[in-house]
């Protein structure tokens, strides 16, 4: 089991960037692909990105593709989801989740909700216009 914790969530202005990470407890972290998620007041929760078991496989939503980078160290068992020229249509509770269903690029796997046995609380990122 792996258990993962968002932090890094905040208030900050169109244009501007915020880092989120996703600390996870657990001595095989390595072996889980992570994925982000948002939820938007009102909406569906949507996938975001993921990344695999390295820092080379990675999927992102045409939204953010270009401007979210997704990275992993598993030295310090933590994810990053580093997110530069944030709009106000970011602005979403955002969780990490953990799977250790096989991710090997396709941009159709591990978008669904349904593929992560893990989930954290979540971190709020709030855009002011």
């Known amino acids: 089991q792996v258990k993962v914790e968002e932090s890094g969530g905040g208030l900050v202005q169109a244009g501007g960037s915020l880092r989120l990470s996703c600390a996870a407890s657990g001595r095989t972290f390595n072996r889980y692909n992570i994925g982000w998620f948002r939820q938007a007041p009102g909406k569906e929760r949507e996938f975001v990105a993921i990344?695999?078991?390295?820092?080379?496989?990675?999927y992102y939503i045409d939204s953010v593709k270009g401007r979210f980078i997704v990275s992993r160290d598993n030295n310090r068992n933590t994810v990053y989801l580093q997110m530069n020229s944030l709009k106000p249509e970011d602005t979403a509770l955002y969780y990490c989740?953990?799977?250790?269903?096989?991710?090997?690029?396709?941009?159709?796997?591990?978008?669904?909700?349904?593929?992560?046995?893990?989930w954290g609380q979540g971190t709020q990122v709030t855009v002011s216009s």
């Open positions: 990344i695999g078991l390295n820092n080379y496989v990675t």
């Open positions: 989740a953990a799977t250790v269903a096989p991710y090997y690029g396709d941009s159709s796997d591990r978008t669904d909700e349904g593929s992560y046995a893990y």
